[in-house]
């Protein structure tokens, strides 16, 4: 089972907020990491928010203080709540995940290759 898309995407104006959430799909072994990415128009895959299993996090530095992610209590369901809203913040938005991710990294990594299953993008479009 790959991560689904749950809702979230849309159209804002700057200052706005949005709330994506994610069902992650199958995660097997107990260490993990999830994260959302984006991806504009001409550029390449960013990572935005990532989180592990046991609660730790991490931003890509244009989004901290505007961006939270986290899980439900019965990890069903992981969220990204987008506040603040920019111009600069449009893209197609993607869920991922990676399973059996080991303890060497202490923090949740915010590039693509280290993840394995994605779901479909949502988009969110800010207008100025």
């Known amino acids: 089972q790959v991560p689904t898309v749950e809702s979230g995407g849309g159209s804002v104006q700057s200052g706005g907020s949005l709330r994506l959430s994610c069902l992650p799909g199958?995660?097997?072994?107990?260490?993990?990491?999830m994260a959302w990415f984006r991806q504009a128009p001409g550029k390449e895959r960013e990572g935005v928010a990532g989180?592990?299993?046991?609660?730790?996090?991490n931003y890509l530095d244009s989004v901290k203080g505007r961006f939270t992610i986290w899980q439900d209590s019965g990890k069903n369901t992981l969220y990204l709540q987008m506040n603040d809203l920019q111009p600069e913040d449009t893209a197609m938005y993607y869920c991922?995940?990676?399973?059996?991710?080991?303890?060497?990294?202490?923090?949740?990594?915010?590039?693509?290759?280290?993840?394995?299953?994605w779901s479909r993008g949502t988009q969110v479009t800010v207008s100025s």
């Open positions: 199958r995660i097997t072994g107990t260490t993990y990491y």
């Open positions: 991922a995940t990676r399973s059996g991710a080991g303890t060497y990294l202490p923090a949740p990594p915010l590039t693509p290759s280290d993840y394995n299953s």
């Open positions: 989180l592990r299993e046991h609660g730790r996090t």
